[in-house]
């Protein structure tokens, strides 16, 4: 059975910072592209980073450049989200999806979806 698994949320002040995993299990890892996405309260999910599965190229949010490094260990089957400077903004579920084809598609595109973790950045 194919699971990804997140962790690492939590509160946290504004300008501190977290270290998001996700965890896979049951699929060769390495032949997937990871994505972050957020999903506020009351609003839909966004796209936060990307990695490629070698992790040759990464992608992010504007608003999220400079401040977030995503990072992946394939021996491991983790892929990290490293969030720097948090603001309130950034509070929100965070989901790692894994997808095969390797560009960034629709959300339903995803071949899978972690359970997803909190963050919340305190002001």
């Known amino acids: 059975q194919v699971q990804l698994v997140e962790s690492g949320g939590g509160l946290v002040q504004a300008g501190g910072s977290l270290r998001l995993s996700c965890a896979s299990s049951?699929?060769?890892?390495?032949?997937?592209?990871v994505d972050w996405f957020r999903q506020a309260p009351g609003k839909e999910h966004e796209f936060v980073a990307a990695?490629?599965?070698?992790?040759?190229?990464?992608y992010y949010v504007d608003s999220v450049k400079g401040r977030f490094t995503i990072s992946r260990d394939n021996a491991k089957n983790t892929v990290y989200l490293q969030m720097n400077s948090l603001k309130p903004e950034d509070t929100g579920v965070y989901y790692c999806?894994?997808?095969?084809?390797?560009?960034?598609?629709?959300?339903?595109?995803?071949?899978?979806w972690g359970q997803g973790t909190q963050v919340t950045v305190s002001s």
């Open positions: 999806a894994a997808n095969s084809a390797g560009s960034l598609l629709s959300l339903e595109e995803y071949d899978y």
């Open positions: 049951g699929l060769t890892f390495s032949n997937y592209r």
């Open positions: 990695i490629t599965w070698s992790g040759g190229r990464t």
